[in-house]
């Protein structure tokens, strides 16, 4: 059985930090490129990033670029978004999802959230001003 599970969300104020982690189980991890998604309330959900299965290749929404970073371990089947300077826009559930490499540096972007199939249950992330 497939699983995402999503932890490291929480509360914290303007301009901090968070780290979420996605631990995959059930899958070739290697054979996956992984990303991030959130959905803040009322919204409709947005692409954040994305890692290809080797790590070398990444792609960010230009809100995050710069702030987020993306980043994965193959041996410990997890992948990980590091969450800096946020702003109280980036309040959202933050989902992990991952798709099966298509080819070489295969990453997901924005438009493919909708046939992604693999998806972990999200982790709440508040950011007060």
């Known amino acids: 059985q497939v699983q995402l599970v999503e932890s490291g969300g929480g509360l914290v104020q303007a301009g901090g930090s968070l780290r979420l982690s996605c631990a995959a189980s059930g899958l070739t991890f290697s054979s996956y490129a992984m990303g991030w998604f959130r959905q803040a309330p009322g919204k409709e959900r947005e692409f954040v990033a994305s890692?290809?299965?080797?790590?070398?290749?990444?792609y960010y929404a230009d809100s995050v670029k710069g702030r987020f970073t993306i980043s994965r371990d193959n041996a410990k089947i997890a992948v990980y978004l590091q969450m800096n300077s946020l702003k109280p826009e980036d309040t959202a559930v933050y989902y992990c999802?991952?798709?099966?490499?298509?080819?070489?540096?295969?990453?997901?972007?924005?438009?493919?959230?909708?046939?992604?199939?693999?998806w972990g249950q999200g982790t709440l992330v508040t950011v007060s001003s």
């Open positions: 999802a991952a798709d099966p490499v298509y080819y070489n540096d295969y990453v997901f972007g924005p438009n493919q959230g909708r046939y992604l199939k693999i």
């Open positions: 890692i290809s299965w080797s790590g070398g290749n990444t």
